[in-house]
């Protein structure tokens, strides 16, 4: 068994205990999925710095420019960055899938609320741990925002890499994509812009961009047994940090 495969194997039991989680039997309807997006729109977020670090210690984004790390790995980052950054939004536009999640919150009358808080927080000059921790966004969403950024500002790359691929690897079980059918069958007109979101991160993250972020991983940590137990402990946790976010959901949603 690859070095890779047994990564995944290890992951099995927390990842199956979150793609099981409550959280998507309270998405049954536009309300729920609206309520949903508040949230996990902080994931759509983070996920993004997690990315330009990779890109920054992976490349040479400085001037003047030097040639840094290896070839193959710098290919597998930009290809990554450039899919990530300047996709396509269902009308063929050039846009983040950050800004095209944004796009679908509009679209369904979703609240940006909570991430305005956050974001305003950290324009106001504040670090990003001090304005996560300053901002008035429910603890669960802190949790998971404060893990994402120590890995980001404190963490080797080989553990960063791992966090991006598999702490972030396909979550999206089929009962979710058959609720979501239902949904966009009741409401075409608010929900086709998320629905091709999905569609999307299936087809580009779940796919292409998955295959790539795992030959990364496999490149920094190399024949270091070392490097694959520390990215194995970090993937679990970051799941165990997703598990929490679903958590703050959930009791978002009955406390509403």
Known sequence: MSKIEQLKLDLNSTRAQLLGHPVYASINDLSGLMHFTQYHVFAVWDFMSLLKSLQINLTCVQLPWMPKGIANTRYLINEIVAGEESDIDEAGNRISHFELYLKAMQ???????????LFAQIQSGKSIQQAIADANIPTEVKT???????????????????????????????????????????????????????????????GHHSQLAIEM??????DDETKWAEATAASIQSLQ?????????VNAFYKA
């Not at 679209?107 to 808080?117: P, R």
Request: proline share 3%; with cysteine; glycine share 6%.
């Open 107 to 117: 679209q369904m009358g979703a609240s940006t609320h909570l991430l305005d808080i």
């Open 144 to 206: 998971f925002l404060q893990f994402t950024f120590d890995i980001v500002e404190n963490h080797p790359i080989h553990l960063q890499a791992a966090v991006f691929t598999f702490g972030r690897e396909d979550l999206i079980p089929d009962m979710f994509i058959k609720i979501l059918d239902k949904i966009y069958t009741d409401h075409p007109e608010k929900v086709s812009i998320f629905k091709y979101y999905i569609e999307r991160h299936i087809e580009v993250d779940g």
């Open 217 to 222: 991983v496999e490149s920094l940590c190399g």
């Open 241 to 249: 940090v997703r598990s929490c976010l679903w958590d703050g959901i």
